[in-house]
């Protein structure tokens, strides 16, 4: 690199399972669709239409709300097969251009195409032509952000959905930074959103001079980042094959569960399914978390970094439920249980004491 601006797209397929499902059944073509569960139970909003959007349903909305506020919702179960097949069509084609490609989930992707296969000095260009070769091969659309950084780019790409195209020149940075709401910034949810309000800050701009001590009281460790982020700054380079940071399994179920007994055998179920994941990853791990949800909603975690890192789903299940007994659980109906490892390294390389992480980070 010559020190020159990094050419960054964030590429996001529009409303992916619902699309498909649309794509594939002609009847669903124009109608509001909810990827999800049965609202008989508990399920939830996995993806939604476009249509379904202007009655106000979201993702990971319960199922049973969003019937109620759009009555003529088809709702369809997930086939994960069939997007994973397609996610896998749609890498191939953004790593046909450039081997910089960082898949954040099924349906989206940052990709680096400062030097790409194209030879296309523009990257709206690129950006073009990926939007219409995954339209071809796909038949579906996606939406792309053009910007000199990652923060950018992910900004770039929702702000024309569906089928959009935002590029954010280097000389436009700091127009498109005056425009944003406080939210915008990586790592600002409606909780922190709140803290910020509170302390003045309304705009993306405005915590360029805010007071470092109100700040941090505010916003902890956070602080540092989004000040970098206010002005633009985003070091981050696109990275292909991100390491695995956690893995994780949880189930929620259809009824509360209040038998301490099979509690115990939903944890030690799903901590054989995550230390199976981790042992076909060729991975290992040192800290083992729970994650406990009693029927009034509300949710804890329990952590425990052993010393010495493991795959082994019999060690991961024991400590498992070692952590279940530090809970209310055998004293409280259960609506959903979870369990997930940190601290992955390949399997025979040494792995450093970390913090357990909180279980809402788990990737």
Wanted: one cysteine or more; hydrophobic letters at 40%.
């Amino acid at each position: 690199m010559d020190g020159s601006p990094r050419k960054i797209i964030h590429l996001d397929m529009d409303a992916f399972y619902a699309s498909v499902e649309q794509r594939d059944d002609p009847s669903l073509r124009g109608r509001p669709v909810a990827v999800g569960g049965s609202p008989q139970g508990r399920g939830v909003v996995a993806a939604c239409s476009y249509e379904a959007r202007k009655f106000g349903v979201r993702s990971a909305m319960p199922m049973a709300r969003a019937l109620r506020q759009c009555a003529e919702l088809a709702i369809v179960r997930p086939d994960f097969a069939k997007y994973r097949e397609v996610s896998q069509q749609v890498m191939a084609i953004l790593r046909s251009v450039t081997p910089l490609v960082e898949p954040l989930s099924l349906d989206e992707a940052y990709l680096d195409v400062t030097e790409n296969s194209l030879r296309e000095p523009l990257a709206m260009e690129v950006a073009k032509y990926l939007k219409r070769r995954i339209l071809e091969r796909t038949s579906l659309t996606a939406s792309a952000g053009v910007a000199p950084n990652k923060f950018l780019a992910k900004i770039a790409s929702g702000w024309k959905k569906p089928d959009g195209l935002t590029v954010i020149a280097p000389e436009r940075v700091e127009a498109f930074l005056q425009k944003l709401p406080v939210e915008a910034l990586w790592g600002v949810g409606p909780v922190t959103a709140k803290k910020l309000r509170a302390i003045g800050i309304e705009k993306l701009v405005d915590v360029r001079a805010a007071d470092e001590e109100k700040l941090r009281r505010a916003v902890g460790s956070l602080a540092e980042w989004l000040q970098r982020l206010s002005r633009g700054d985003d070091p981050r380079r696109v990275t292909p094959n991100r390491p695995w940071k956690s893995i994780s399994a949880e189930d929620t179920y259809p009824e509360d569960l209040t038998d301490v007994k099979e509690m115990r055998a939903e944890i030690e179920r799903l901590a054989k399914r995550v230390a199976a994941s981790v042992a076909k990853k060729g991975l290992v791990a040192r800290t083992v978390t729970i994650k406990v949800r009693y029927a009034n909603f509300t949710t804890v975690t329990r952590s425990h970094t052993g010393e010495a890192p493991t795959a082994d789903a019999r060690q991961i299940a024991e400590r498992a439920l070692a952590l279940l007994e530090r809970t209310e659980a055998a004293k409280r109906p259960v609506r959903l249980l979870g369990v997930g490892v940190h601290g992955l390294a390949p399997a025979g390389q040494f792995v450093p004491s970390v913090a357990a992480l909180p279980f809402d980070s788990m990737a």
